[in-house]
């Protein structure tokens, strides 16, 4: 029955229930609350919502309107949406579905503020499903994609509820009002940084499913003539078309392996955090920002080449592409706009950049900044090493580091306040930190084909898609590694040619690398990208399947065509 829920479509929105509501009961709850709720979330004895966004606040958290005042005289908190924008707006499944919220609110408790925290209110009734006395809901209307989902919208005309619906595993208001620090208070914000950690994994599976769909298309379709008077040739066949889908091929494969080290990262610190050990977290958060905003904007953009890639039936809802689209292009925007999230993993490459200037060694996702020389040794580099090609890229990163990271000191010295010097060097911050994290999946893709236990010939295969990545990234992104002479201009047009060969060298296996992710095509949902090939024929009866073709002559031609013709032809 979950498990049918979780495909549920038109208009129910069961997608946040499981990936937020759930998740934040499992992490913010006591165990008390957990016996409370947990199994309910989980069998689906209830539906839940995520409420934190609201009307006029998504990022910035700390902004948020909706109240929690704690009342003592009867061990309540009442819910308040003082204003408009305190309205929750966005919440997937809030609108028509779920019949439970963890709302995010500003805790008050003897007259103060303690920020936002996470609330258990129940929205619509068990019985009929209307909505709870004191509470409004809504769906938010039509959006880019996904409108199968509820994203809704929810008011609270204080609305009370006992003070044990407040999630208390780290912070907690006791009977009588007294307020109880947490050990942290991003601890908050903990489920954020898990659903971010899945996006990576949901970036892969997108890019994975539109690469495979133009691939396998890119195969069946023939068109022009390479030499004049032979056949028609399968697209792939032409080497623009490997340099469109191969690149993105590579970054799925790339995306899905860092995917493994956050989900590994993440287990690893929270189970440190449990124990008390909060020295990961800092770590773990500018990791998943950085991942989450990196992987998602490259497959959105990824996906749409594979579009383009398709030429018209590629712009076809029977191709599964602008759905695919759409739904990565929601994956850059919810969970911590990307702008916004890289400015957070900048944040924190700045302060690792400081400490490494005062002498402290760096461990983790950030040693490299300590052990980059910052004066070149250009020389004749090997372009098809991938030990070579990591050490680029962590160069070009720990370049950019510096420099935005100095650029920023400089602009204190002149006078200037931190905030004000972080905000005119905020373009150069996104860099430096798109290229740090651009500088992990390359370290990570090469130790990942070099130690994942396959066949040697499956190794080889996997180190030409790595290699290829690696390449396409610098070809692309030549200037930053030019800048300081790192690499000369002969290293570039080394690196071009290897990329050029390593096109040739995965063609014959592209087919096979997109059969590996084992993508059914119930999950595809394109008409392109069939398993079995057999596109025209099913394009054909796609198209049959069109409302517009339940009728030989639409309606539209009586209302209006056939009036406009008849007046125009009176005119003659
Ligand atoms: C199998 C085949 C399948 C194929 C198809 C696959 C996929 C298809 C494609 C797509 C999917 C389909 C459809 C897509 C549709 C929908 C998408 C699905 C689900 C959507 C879910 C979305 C849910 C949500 O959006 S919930 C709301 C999310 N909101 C946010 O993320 C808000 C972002 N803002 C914040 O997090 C914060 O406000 C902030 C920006 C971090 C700032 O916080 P603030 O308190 O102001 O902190 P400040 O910047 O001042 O820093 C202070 C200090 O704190 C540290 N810090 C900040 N945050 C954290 C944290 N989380 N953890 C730890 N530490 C943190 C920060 O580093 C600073 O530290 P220091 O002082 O520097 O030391
Ligand atoms: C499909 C979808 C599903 C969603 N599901 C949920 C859900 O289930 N629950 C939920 O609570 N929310 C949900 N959201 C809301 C989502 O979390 C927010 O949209 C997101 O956090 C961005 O906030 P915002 O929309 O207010 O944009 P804003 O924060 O207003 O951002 C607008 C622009 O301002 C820029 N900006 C903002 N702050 C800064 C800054 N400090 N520095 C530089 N630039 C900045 C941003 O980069 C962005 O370009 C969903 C959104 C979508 C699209």
């Not at 929810?154 to 109880?180: C, Q, S, W």
């Not at 383009?308 to 602008?322: K, T, W």
């Not at 990565?328 to 890289?342: D, R």
């Not at 040794?377 to 090493?385: I, L, Q, T, W």
Request: glycine share 8%; with cysteine.
């Amino acid at each position: 029955m979950a498990a049918a829920l979780q495909t549920l479509g038109g208009g129910i929105g069961i997608t946040l229930h499981w990936i937020a509501f759930t998740p934040t009961i499992e992490q913010q709850a006591t165990e008390e609350q957990k016996k409370k709720w947990l199994k309910l979330a989980q069998d689906v004895a209830i539906v839940g919502a995520y409420a934190q966004t609201e009307m006029g606040h998504g990022t910035f958290v700390r902004g948020l309107e909706t109240t929690a005042t704690y009342d003592p005289s009867t061990q309540e908190f009442v819910i308040n949406s003082p204003t408009l924008t305190s309205t929750k707006w966005w919440p997937g499944g809030l609108g028509k579905t779920a019949n439970h919220a963890t709302v995010m609110a500003q805790l008050y408790t003897r007259g103060k503020c303690y920020g936002p925290h996470n609330f258990m209110v129940q929205i619509r009734s068990l019985e009929n499903h209307q909505p709870c006395p004191g509470v409004t809901l809504g769906d938010i209307g039509p959006k880019m994609e996904s409108n199968g989902n509820d994203n809704g919208f929810a008011r609270f005309d204080h609305v009370r509820i006992p003070r044990e619906n407040m999630l208390m595993k780290f912070a907690r208001v006791e009977a009588d009002g007294t307020y109880v620090q947490p050990p942290s208070s991003k601890l908050a914000y903990s489920n954020m940084v898990y659903l971010r950690g899945t996006f990576v994994m949901s970036a892969a599976q997108a890019l994975a499913s539109a690469t495979t769909i133009a691939v396998r298309y890119s195969c069946v379709r023939r068109q022009s003539e390479m030499k004049p008077g032979e056949p028609e040739p399968q697209i792939l066949e032409y080497q623009t078309q490997q340099y469109k889908l191969f690149p993105q091929l590579a970054a799925a494969y790339a995306f899905w392996f860092a995917s493994w080290f956050m989900t590994q990262q993440h287990g690893s610190i929270t189970g440190s955090m449990e124990k008390g050990d909060m020295s990961g977290l800092a770590e773990l958060h500018a990791l998943s920002a950085g991942l989450k905003s990196y992987t998602t904007a490259v497959t959105a953009r990824g996906i749409d080449v594979c579009r383009m890639a398709c030429g018209g039936h590629g712009y076809s809802h029977a191709s599964g592409l602008p759905a695919l689209f759409g739904g990565a292009a929601a994956l850059c925007t919810a969970e911590g706009e990307n702008t916004v999230m890289m400015l957070q993993t900048a944040r924190y490459l700045v302060k690792c950049f400081a400490q490494s200037q005062a002498g402290k060694r760096l461990t983790g996702t950030v040693a490299y900044l300590s052990a980059v020389q910052p004066s070149p040794v250009a020389g004749n580099r090997n372009m098809s090493d991938l030990g070579t090609l990591v050490a680029a890229f962590q160069h070009r990163a720990a370049r950019m580091v510096r420099h935005a990271a100095m650029q920023m000191q400089g602009e204190m010295q002149k006078g200037k306040a931190r905030e004000d010097a972080w905000n005119s060097c905020s373009v150069l911050l996104i860099k430096a930190a798109e290229a740090h994290v651009h500088s992990f999946v390359v370290r990570n893709f090469a130790e990942t084909v070099q130690t994942v236990e396959v066949d040697e010939s499956v190794r080889a295969v996997l180190t030409s898609l790595c290699q290829l990545y690696s390449l396409y990234g610098i070809t692309e992104h030549a200037g930053d590694f030019l800048k300081d002479g790192y690499l000369t201009g002969r290293d570039i047009d080394a690196a071009s040619s290897h990329l050029s060969a390593m096109l040739a060298r995965v063609r014959p296996d592209a087919v096979a690398l997109v059969d590996a992710f084992d993508l059914h095509d119930k999950i595809l949902r394109s008409v392109l990208g069939r398993y079995d090939g057999r596109v025209y024929e099913h394009l054909y009866e796609w198209a049959k399947k069109s409302p517009l073709n339940k009728s030989e002559v639409h309606e539209s031609y009586y209302k209006y065509l056939q009036p406009f013709l008849k007046s125009n032809r009176a005119k003659l």
